[in-house]
């Protein structure tokens, strides 16, 4: 596959994301789109109430120009398309009913997990109509095993599991950002390795239109990129993992991802089962806040962590 491919779609989408920003983001101020910050939160945060939100739509139309102008129209494109517009689809819809009607939760759970389950059941459509093996790899060995027709749901607990925990991880400036960009260049490296090209040009993207938008979220963010944006890189994670037949290897490029959601998931049920808490707070990312960690250590850390886990990814496939 010819790299200049691979670069162009990191410098075209990245290059959106920055001249769109300083159009964008003004509109999304006027609009009045700003962050409601929750009070039960670190009290540092209390001061970013107001910063615009939704810019994950910057994310998305940079990723998307970049992605329909360099990948072939294959059935995997078209996999990649839907998950990650699919579920950021549900991450507009909360975001704007957060904003506009004023509900700091936005859709209830049983909506947002419709919307999640819609557009998963979706893909295990796409996948079945392209005959996509449904065995699944160990990492690193030449062992395999076909699920048949138990590989889809597990095709919808793996983007559950992804979407949600990316999710988790949009919580400071610029810390899923940098992660995302950083799990997505350890799935260009695999997708090249493993041919599958559109993957790589999605991942491609990616890099680029989070960096860009990294540009206007590193601290102290002029915009967060809210669900839409969050929801949309999970999704898009989670398809890039499964049409590279490395569904068990997210774990581990995904590191920082699943951390985050492992520690609220030990925080709520530590809590109603004992009535304790375990960390500070949850996800992890506030309690090493709430330890006396300032926001750009606990981001730099996190990002190098997942350099760490991006690495041991890679390992498993060269």
């Given at each position: 596959?010819?790299?200049?491919?691979?670069?162009?779609?990191?410098?075209?989408?990245?290059?959106?994301?920055?001249?769109?920003?300083?159009?964008?983001?003004?509109?999304?101020?006027?609009?009045?789109?700003?962050?409601?910050?929750?009070?039960?939160?670190?009290?540092?945060?209390?001061?970013?109430?107001?910063?615009?939100?939704?810019?994950?739509?910057?994310?998305?139309?940079?990723?998307m120009?970049?992605?329909?102008?360099?990948?072939?129209?294959?059935?995997?494109?078209?996999?990649?398309?839907?998950?990650?517009?699919?579920?950021?689809?549900?991450?507009?819809?909360?975001?704007?009913?957060?904003?506009?009607?004023?509900?700091?939760?936005?859709?209830?759970?049983?909506?947002?997990?419709?919307?999640?389950?819609?557009?998963?059941?979706?893909?295990?459509?796409?996948?079945?109509?392209?005959?996509?093996?449904?065995e699944i790899?160990?990492?690193?060995?030449?062992?395999?095993?076909?699920?048949?027709?138990?590989?889809?749901?597990?095709?919808?607990?793996?983007?559950?599991?992804?979407?949600?925990?990316v999710?988790?991880?949009?919580?400071?400036?610029?810390?899923?950002?940098?992660?995302?960009?950083?799990?997505?260049?350890?799935?260009?490296?695999?997708?090249?390795?493993?041919?599958?090209?559109?993957?790589?040009?999605?991942?491609?993207?990616?890099?680029?239109?989070?960096?860009g938008f990294?540009?206007?979220?590193?601290?102290?963010?002029?915009?967060?990129?809210?669900?839409?944006?969050?929801?949309?890189?999970?999704?898009?994670?989670?398809?890039?993992?499964?049409?590279?037949?490395?569904?068990?290897?997210?774990?581990?490029?995904?590191?920082?991802?699943?951390?985050?959601?492992?520690?609220?998931?030990?925080?709520?049920?530590?809590?109603?089962?004992?009535?304790?808490?375990?960390?500070?707070?949850?996800?992890?990312?506030?309690?090493?806040?709430?330890?006396?960690?300032?926001?750009?250590?606990?981001?730099?850390?996190?990002?190098?962590?997942?350099?760490?886990?991006?690495?041991?990814?890679?390992?498993?496939?060269?």
């Amino acid at each position: 596959m010819d790299m200049m491919v691979i670069l162009f779609s990191i410098g075209v989408s990245f290059l959106l994301a920055v001249l769109l920003g300083p159009l964008f983001i003004p509109l999304l101020r006027r609009l009045k789109f700003g962050q409601q910050i929750r009070t039960e939160g670190p009290q540092s945060h209390l001061k970013k109430g107001g910063t615009p939100t939704m810019g994950g739509i910057l994310i998305m139309i940079a990723l998307m120009i970049a992605f329909i102008r360099f990948a072939d129209k294959t059935p995997e494109f078209w996999v990649l398309l839907t998950a990650s517009l699919g579920f950021g689809l549900v991450g507009f819809l909360d975001d704007y009913i957060k904003i506009v009607f004023k509900r700091s939760l936005g859709l209830t759970a049983r909506q947002k997990l419709f919307g999640q389950l819609l557009f998963s059941i979706i893909v295990c459509a796409m996948l079945y109509n392209m005959n996509h093996s449904t065995e699944i790899t160990i990492p690193g060995t030449a062992w395999g095993f076909d699920l048949g027709w138990f590989y889809y749901p597990l095709v919808v607990i793996i983007m559950f599991a992804a979407s949600n925990s990316v999710n988790f991880t949009d919580g400071l400036d610029g810390l899923l950002a940098g992660t995302s960009a950083i799990a997505f260049g350890a799935f260009t490296i695999v997708a090249l390795q493993t041919s599958a090209h559109e993957s790589a040009v999605f991942s491609a993207a990616m890099i680029g239109a989070v960096l860009g938008f990294l540009v206007f979220n590193a601290h102290p963010a002029k915009v967060f990129m809210g669900d839409m944006g969050s929801l949309g890189i999970g999704g898009g994670i989670a398809a890039v993992a499964i049409l590279t037949k490395t569904e068990l290897l997210l774990i581990v490029i995904g590191g920082v991802f699943v951390l985050e959601m492992l520690s609220v998931i030990i925080q709520v049920a530590s809590f109603k089962t004992r009535g304790k808490r375990v960390f500070k707070m949850s996800p992890i990312h506030h309690h090493f806040e709430l330890v006396g960690w300032s926001e750009w250590k606990v981001v730099t850390v996190f990002w190098l962590v997942g350099l760490l886990f991006a690495a041991a990814g890679i390992m498993f496939v060269i």
